[in-house]
Nanobody
Framework: QVHLVESGGGLVQAGGSLRLSCAAA????????MGWFRQPPGKEREIVAA????????YYAGSVKGRFTISRDNAKNTVDLQMNSLEPEDTAVYYC?????????????????WGQGTQVTVSS
């Protein structure tokens, strides 16, 4: 059974940093695309960042570009999201996801496996 487990969420003041980690079990995702999504309260799920399998290509949503960094360690089967200069608008449940196949994918329906989510709350 495949599991993605996120960790590292929490409460932080605006301007602070958090590092989210996602550990995969039950399958190796070294040749699959990985991504981070978030769902703010009362809003739809949106992509935050994504990376292809190599990793050669990355994507960042405009609202996080320059503040967030996605990285992966294929040997450890993990993907991280470093979040700096956090803003109250970043408050959301953050999800790690894996898309079978190595090409970069930006739409959440294209992802096959999901973690349970971790809450990030940024206070002003």
């Amino acid at each position: 059974q495949v599991h993605l487990v996120e960790s590292g969420g929490g409460l932080v003041q605006a301007g602070g940093s958090l590092r989210l980690s996602c550990a995969a079990a039950g399958r190796t995702f070294s040749r699959d695309a990985m991504g981070w999504f978030r769902q703010p309260p009362g809003k739809e799920r949106e992509i935050v960042a994504a990376m292809d399998w190599n990793p050669g290509s990355t994507y960042y949503a405009g609202s996080v570009k320059g503040r967030f960094t996605i990285s992966r360690d294929n040997a450890k089967n993990t993907v991280d999201l470093q979040m700096n200069s956090l803003e109250p608008e970043d408050t959301a449940v953050y999800y790690c996801a894996a898309a079978l196949g190595g090409r970069l994918k930006l739409l959440w329906p294209d992802y096959d496996y999901w973690g349970q989510g971790t809450q990030v709350t940024v206070s002003s």
